[in-house]
């Protein structure tokens, strides 16, 4: 490695090969009970949740380590509101015809539609955009790299992070979506991502069926 700064790598608990399977197994377990969430409750939650959830997703490796995310966090109910109508505008188009008839099909399964009033509902709304340029420092103006892989890094981060704090969530990505770069009053150098809907479960919530099918081990390795 070439001679730059270098601080000791972060200490990790001394565990036996069966306490790491164990804490693996029970990382799985917890996080396999998260589930997408399309019925929220209006409860408030506090700003400091989803203040950790966006440090612990501003932790995520990163191309040159330039971190090229922003979060608009919305909690306004006008302005989620006007999210809302703009994107169910989209979603109109989009289930009309507009995604083709493969793309309806695959989602025929969980009975989504155009009528996104859990955008309405959910007190916290977290609008990530990703930053062609930027750098580490403020006013940097230098071209970002792997920037959909690391924020999709962060984002993953975050979602793990809402859900060890007892919230649901749910990722939102209308097609086309740069109206909420207009909305959030973000700069042209940044593209929305996806909106992460964060709040509690309505008690009556429920998920689709088909949502909890997931692939087996053998179907999503191998080894080699």
């Known amino acids: 490695m070439k001679p730059v700064p270098h601080i000791a790598y972060t200490a990790l608990p001394a565990l036996s090969d069966e306490q790491r399977i164990a804490a693996a197994r029970a990382f799985r377990e917890d996080i396999a009970q998260r589930r997408t969430c399309r ?18 997703a ?14 608009a966090v919305v909690s ?15 979603e109109a188009e989009f289930y009309a ?5 493969e793309w309806l099909e695959a989602l025929a399964p969980l009975g989504t539609d155009e009528d996104k009033g859990y955008l309405d509902v ?10 062609r340029r ?5 006013g940097d103006d230098k071209q970002n790299y792997y920037v959909m892989e690391s924020v999709g890094i962060a984002c993953g981060l975050m979602l793990a992070a809402l859900h060890k704090a007892g919230l649901a969530t749910l990722t939102h990505t209308p097609s086309p979506m740069g109206f909420l770069r207009t909305l959030c009053g973000r700069p042209a150098n940044e593209k929305p991502v996806m909106i992460i809907v964060a709040g509690l479960p309505a008690d ?7 949502a909890t099918r997931k692939k087996t081990l053998d179907q999503i390795t191998s080894w080699l």
Do not use: Y
């Open 134 to 138: 930027g750098g580490i420092e403020p």
């Open 122 to 131: 959910a007190p916290w709304h977290i609008v990530v955009f990703g930053q």
């Open 97 to 101: 015809g507009k995604a083709g008839q």
């Open 39 to 56: 019925m929220f409750a209006n409860t408030p939650v506090p700003r400091e949740v989803i203040e950790e959830a966006i440090l612990a």
């Open 204 to 210: 009556d919530a429920t998920v689709p069926v088909h």
């Open 76 to 90: 306004s109910p006008e302005l989620r509101h006007q999210i809302r109508l703009a994107a169910e505008k989209e």
């Open 58 to 71: 501003g932790t995520a490796p990163s191309g040159a380590n330039h971190q090229p995310w922003h979060f």
